[in-house]
Every structure is written in C-alpha cells, then in structure tokens.
C-alpha cells in the first residue's frame, strides 16, 4: 500500500515521543526523571469523577448530539460570561474530543490550500501540523525572549502577505508559557483588523497563571474582534482531565455549524460520560484547580531558581502554563565526556541516555536552541532532576 504526501508529511509528536521512551524506560525497571510530561501529575478532582459514575449508573452511555450535550453547552456558555466577559448562544459553541480535535476541526473547516496561517514562533508542536494537514502554509514569526516570546503588532504587520488568512494566537503558550496582557493585545489588534484576519486562540491554560498575571481573551476586546474569531478551550489542563477527551470551540454560528458538520463525519459525539463529568467541572467546585495552581507556582518558583544558577543558561520567567523554556545554547560545540552537543536535540538524548532526564527538544517548537522542562511533576523529583542536569552540564569541556 502506498502512502498519501498528506500522511507522510506528517511529523510524530516530540513531545509524546520522549514521554514514551521515558516510560518504557521506567517499565524496565530504570528511574528516569520526566520532565517532558504535558499533564498535571493530580488525579480528577473527587467531584468530577463522582459525576461520571452517575452518569454510567443512569444509563447515559448512548450517542448525544455531535456537538455535545444542552447540558455542557450551557455550561461552557455560563463559564464563558464567568470567566471571559464573553456572552455566546448554544448555536456558538460546539464540544469535541479534546482541545486538539477542536483545533483540528477549525483548521479543517477554515483553512484553504495555499492560505497563509501566521503562526509565533515558538508554537506548540500539533499547530504545524494540524495546518499543514489543512492544505495551509504556515508563516512562522520568530518571537524574542526579551519580549517575554510574546508577538508585537511591528512582527505581525511584517509577516501579513496577500495570503495571510489567519493568526494563531496561544496564551498562556506551550512552550514558554508567555501570557499576554490586555494591553498587549490591545496593540496587536488594529493590525489583526485592517488585515481582515481570523484569528484562532488557543486558551487551554486559562487557569493556570501565576503571580500577578491575569489570563485575557482576546475575544473579550469588542465585537469586531469577537466575530472574527475561534476561542479554543477544554478541560483537560484546568482540572487534571487529559485523558477524559473534552474540549470546545466558540465561533459565529457558520463556523460552528460546519466543525459540527466535519465532525459528524469523524468521531460524531464526544464520549458521552466525559461529557457529564466535564459539566461538573465547570459548574462545581473550583477550589481544587485553585489548589493545583498554587502547587504549580510553588513548583514553578523552584525550578526557576535551580536552572537559572547554571552558568550559561537563562529563561524568562513564564506567566502562566506549567512549563520553562530556557536557552542552553551557551553549550553548543561543547562536549561531555567525548559526546559533542550542537543543539537541543543532541542535548535531550545526551540527558536521556546519561543521566536520565528526559526533556523535549526545542526543534518540535520550532527553535533548537532550547529545551521545554515541564514542573508538572512532584518537587522532590524536580530536585532530583535538576541536581542531574546541573551536573551533566558542570562536566562538559
């Protein structure tokens, strides 16, 4: 059988690569420090789990509407005006199977061969991917940490061509962790509307922010900006729910309309009880993703600490997230023990095999310079594993 170009341009995750490897490590009986894992390490909270099984007990096991239960849709309107300011209808919103599949469907549905997305570098390893599966091209904006890897309205109005159809915003960023402020979005919007672009924003770490910071959407500075826009959340960061597959995309009611319809044709409903669990998510409790977030700062403040003493490394503080993205190129062309490093990549296996740690290489975000630490993992492990890397790294020559 021979493979379509679609399939064969498509490029394996790192990020789920390195977290295999490292588990079938520790399979073998080898401990091996993750920090490469992009899932809180804290079970469901108690709440939604209960909800699930009532769910299974009153037989809600059957299909629901593709675009997902009245009950959830009510519920991610509700956190919607809570939360964001933001006032949608039911016919606004539509639920899959995880924030990546509601990415996935915009894409899809929004994307045309031979459009430009403008896409900040560095991005999340799934965008690239995810457009060039809808027959786009990704224009990619080389972002600086001096400007927190943050986009500014000078970088975007530079990268806009004829072709240019959307902007992919993501805030709080996997993999640096910048939060953009309201004014910082403020600014980049005369040019997001002169330029007529759609713009999908990616809020999946919404509650996870730290210090002072504040999450803003985008979508929340006015109605000419509201309209041309695909909000893209779930719940899978905020209350510790990865692998329960539930996300959801707001959008004017054409867009919506056909995600729903693409879906239908894919993996119709998402999964029925993770859809009743996901609406006690959103309606119960809060106070357990509170006390997550305070874990995560603390957690946060530490590793922060530990890296930025190593001579030659820096990493801006991020704002929200639960990961670093610190440069080590201060050690490329330098060697540990006979075993030349020239970039991220050859860093990450060098840790791996040597000391094993496992961190994901910058190259899956577009920038081989640097490596993305995940802090979702408990503090005697981030010890440990930042004592292992400030250790290879004192041995090379």
Not at 230 to 254: E, F, Q
Not at 333 to 362: F, K
Request: aromatic letters at 8%; hydrophobic letters at 40%.
């Amino acid at each position: 059988m021979q493979l379509t170009k679609r399939a064969q341009n498509i490029s394996p995750s790192p990020t789920l690569t390195i977290d295999a490897r490292a588990k079938e490590m520790q399979a073998s009986g080898i401990e091996v420090i993750n920090f490469g894992a992009g899932e809180p390490d804290f079970d469901t909270p108690e709440h939604i789990r209960e909800a699930a099984c009532e769910a299974i007990e009153r037989g809600m096991t059957r299909y629901t509407a593709v675009d997902g239960t009245p009950a959830l849709k009510q519920a991610v309107i509700d956190k919607f005006k809570r939360d964001n300011g933001l006032e949608y209808r039911p016919e606004e919103i539509m639920v899959s199977a995880g924030a990546k599949h509601a990415l996935y469907n915009a894409f899809q549905v929004l994307c045309q061969e031979g459009d430009e997305v403008i896409l900040p570098s560095p991005f999340w390893v799934s965008y690239l991917e995810q457009i060039k599966l809808a027959g786009g091209t990704a224009r990619l904006v080389n972002t600086s940490p001096d400007s927190g890897f943050k986009l500014t309205p000078e970088e975007l109005e530079a990268a806009i061509t004829p072709r240019s159809r959307i902007l992919l915003l993501n805030s709080p960023s996997n993999p640096t962790g910048a939060l953009y402020s309201r004014v910082e979005f403020e600014a980049l919007l005369p040019v997001i509307l002169k330029a007529g672009l759609t713009v999908i924003s990616d809020e999946i770490y919404e509650h996870l922010v730290y210090d002072d910071h504040v999450h803003v959407s985008i979508a929340s500075l006015g109605p000419g900006i509201k309209e041309r826009m695909v909000v893209i959340n779930g719940v899978s960061k905020a209350y510790a729910m990865t692998g329960w597959r539930i996300g959801y995309a707001a959008a004017p009611v054409p867009v919506t309309r056909a995600m729903t319809a693409l879906q239908s044709h894919s993996t119709s409903n998402p999964t029925t009880v993770s859809q009743a669990a996901a609406v006690a998510a959103l309606t119960g409790t809060q106070e357990p993703t509170k006390k997550m977030v305070a874990e995560f700062a603390v957690r946060r403040r530490y590793m922060l600490e530990q890296l930025t003493v190593i001579p030659g490394v820096s990493c801006p503080p991020p704002g929200g997230a639960f990961y670093l993205f610190p440069d080590l190129s201060a050690f490329w062309g330098r060697s540990y023990h006979g075993r030349r490093v020239n970039n991220a990549t050859d860093l990450a296996a060098l840790l791996l095999d040597e000391v094993q740690v496992a961190v994901v290489p910058g190259i899956g975000f577009g920038d081989d310079d640097h490596i993305r630490l995940s802090y979702a993992t408990d503090l005697e492990t981030i010890g440990k594993g930042m004592e292992r890397l400030n250790s290879l790294l004192a041995a090379f020559d």
